[in-house]
């Protein structure tokens, strides 16, 4: 009898632990900002950058048979979001030293040709939303 009860005792602990697991990461997903778990339009994350002049240029940049689903030129680089996050590691590898990847946009250097600051910038503004 006391052997059936300490197994009915274990197996509610392990359901109530593995409850809390994934209410733990319900949680991270919905609030932690997991990447991949929401996506920010560049018109966002551009706005507050007025000194790098960005314009909106999607239909110049990718052709729409790439995934691109939003462009935007700008005086340090192209800033590309793509329909996903693997698209964008797609184009981010095809650049190779010339890209950055952000969950799925993707910066773009071949243009704009920046100086080591100009560089340094547009970094900066593709991970202005991340926290370190």
Known sequence: ?????????????????????AVLGLFMWLFAGIPGSRS??????????PP???TEATAELYPDDLGCIEGWRTDVGDYVRFASTGQAEHWAIVLGDDGRIYDDIVLDFRAAEPD?????????????????
Do not use: C, K
């Open 40 to 49: 920010l339009a560049v018109a966002d994350l551009l706005e507050p950058r």
């Open 1 to 21: 009898m006391t052997q059936q009860r300490s197994r009915r005792r274990w197996a509610r602990w392990m359901v109530a632990a593995i409850s809390a697991i």
């Open 116 to 132: 080591f600051e100009g560089r340094r910038l547009a970094i900066d503004v593709l991970y202005s939303t991340h926290s370190w």
């Open 52 to 54: 790098i002049n960005p």
